[in-house]
Nanobody
Framework: QVQLVESGGGLVQPGGSLRLSCAASGSIFIMHSMGWYRQAPGKQRELVASITSGGVTNYADSVKGRFTISRVNAENTVYLQMNSVKPEDTAVYYC?????????WGQGTQVTVSS
């Protein structure tokens, strides 16, 4: 069984910063990639950023230049540094892991950008 534990969400003012963390544990086997997705009320879940085991990153156009994804392979942990946040970044953020045994999701962490 694989578990993903997210942390770091909360309330932040527009223009501020926030750092999300996701730690994976359990029978991960071979990790292919990890990523962050988000879902705002009334909208579909969308990719925010992902990173492969080799360090190749991919970002949604809406967050390029503002968000940075990184990972510590030895700790099976992925981070999302969110800078210059905007009200439209408000959503529940989910961590996703793709491994040789399947796809796993975290429980989600709320990020609210508001003054």
């Amino acid at each position: 069984q694989v578990q993903l534990v997210e942390s770091g969400g909360g309330l932040v003012q527009p223009g501020g910063s926030l750092r999300l963390s996701c730690a994976a544990s359990g029978s991960i086997f071979i990790m292919h990639s990890m990523g962050w997705y988000r879902q705002a009320p009334g909208k579909q879940r969308e990719l925010v950023a992902s990173i492969t085991s080799g360090g190749v990153t991919n970002y949604a156009d809406s967050v390029k230049g503002r968000f940075t994804i990184s990972r510590v392979n030895a700790e099976n942990t992925v981070y999302l540094q969110m800078n210059s946040v905007k009200p439209e970044d408000t959503a529940v953020y989910y961590c996703k892991l793709v491994s040789g045994r399947g796809i796993y999701w975290g429980q989600g962490t709320q990020v609210t950008v508001s003054s």
